[in-house]
């Protein structure tokens, strides 16, 4: 079993930055492919970064690329998500997801946090 709390979601000006933090607990939660989804009203989950365990793997959609950088750090159990340049289609409920090494799909979830983008 893993835990995940999210933390550092906020209001902020279009073109301004967030960084969100994700901290991971429970067994061996070092091993686990990262992942960062977003959903706005209305709309489905989307994923937005993912990093693997080796911290080297990354996945970003064009829709963030060049503007979110994912980064984890296995001693603190804890992965960033540096957000620049926001805009306001940004503006969604983050989620922290965790998935095994023998998983396909994402197994753990945090509780989400509020990013709102303001134009």
């Known amino acids: 079993q893993v835990q995940l709390v999210e933390s550092g979601g906020g209001l902020v000006q279009a073109g301004d930055s967030l960084r969100l933090s994700c901290a991971a607990s429970?067994?061996?939660?070092?091993?686990?492919?990262m992942g960062w989804f977003r959903q706005a009203p209305g709309k489905e989950r989307e994923l937005v970064a993912q990093i693997g365990w080796n911290g080297v793997t990354t996945y970003y959609p064009n829709s963030v690329k060049g503007r979110f950088t994912l980064s984890r750090d296995n001693a603190k159990n804890t992965v960033y998500l540096q957000m620049n340049s926001l805009k306001p289609e940004d503006t969604a409920v983050y989620y922290c997801?965790?998935?095994?090494?023998?998983?396909?799909?994402?197994?753990?979830w945090g509780r989400g946090t509020q990013v709102t983008v303001s134009s």
């Open positions: 429970g067994r061996a939660s070092g091993t686990y492919t």
């Open positions: 997801s965790a998935k095994g090494p023998t998983n396909s799909a994402y197994i753990y």
